[in-house]
């Protein structure tokens, strides 16, 4: 009963997300020290290549590592409006940050059927195919969000969590350029 109540949170969540036309940027996976390593792609015509998580794998990149790296994770859909407003903030972060030991990473959220074309699309567009993971949101337990995070139940998107060591912040719902500044900088201190 819980996962069927979770489930309909979720698919809520991500309705009441207004869908808009938009046209993001680029789309690709970013190495830092610690880099993420692909258990499965999905080719497409252009060949970018996203990579694809599965549950287990998605434990392991939101798990806590014990190195001196800034993790920052954002779940997201290109069809939801307060997703593609927020990222620009990101990728003004990302360029500043591009020689610290910060790794951003993207969880496309969006439909299976919209990987090839709508998510390579934005990934090229913003040039961000080598930050994204592709996670189908279909597989999502409430297990998965009581392991990873401390508020977050899938109930809505954009939702962001950021980690280094211990320390952990999440963030539901869109973020100003403010917002991320201090964020991040209360991280890199």
Not at 78 to 90: D, K, L, N, S
Not at 157 to 164: A, E
Request: proline share 4%.
């Amino acid at each position: 009963m819980k996962k069927v109540i979770l489930s309909t949170c979720l698919i809520l969540g991500f309705v009441s997300c207004k869908k808009e036309n938009s046209t993001p940027e680029n789309n690709s996976l970013t190495t830092d020290s610690t880099a993420t390593t692909a258990t499965a792609t999905t080719p497409t015509a252009q060949t970018v290549h996203l990579v694809e998580y599965d549950l287990e794998k998605a434990n392991q990149l939101l798990q806590s590592k014990t190195n001196d790296t800034v993790y920052v994770t954002n779940f997201f859909a290109t069809w939801c409006g307060p997703c593609m407003r927020e990222i620009p903030h990101f990728k003004e972060k990302m360029a500043e940050l591009k020689d610290k030991p910060v790794k951003f990473t993207f969880i496309s959220l969006d439909d299976k059927s919209d990987w090839n074309d709508k998510v390579v699309s934005f990934g090229e567009e913003n040039q961000l195919s080598k930050n994204i993971v592709l996670l189908d949101g279909a597989q999502l337990t409430p297990e998965f969000f009581t392991k990873n995070f401390k508020t977050w139940q899938g109930e809505s998107i954009p939702f962001t969590v950021i980690k280094k060591g211990d320390q952990m912040d999440e963030t539901v719902g869109s973020m100003s350029k403010e917002q991320l500044d201090s964020k991040l900088a209360s991280f890199l201190k």
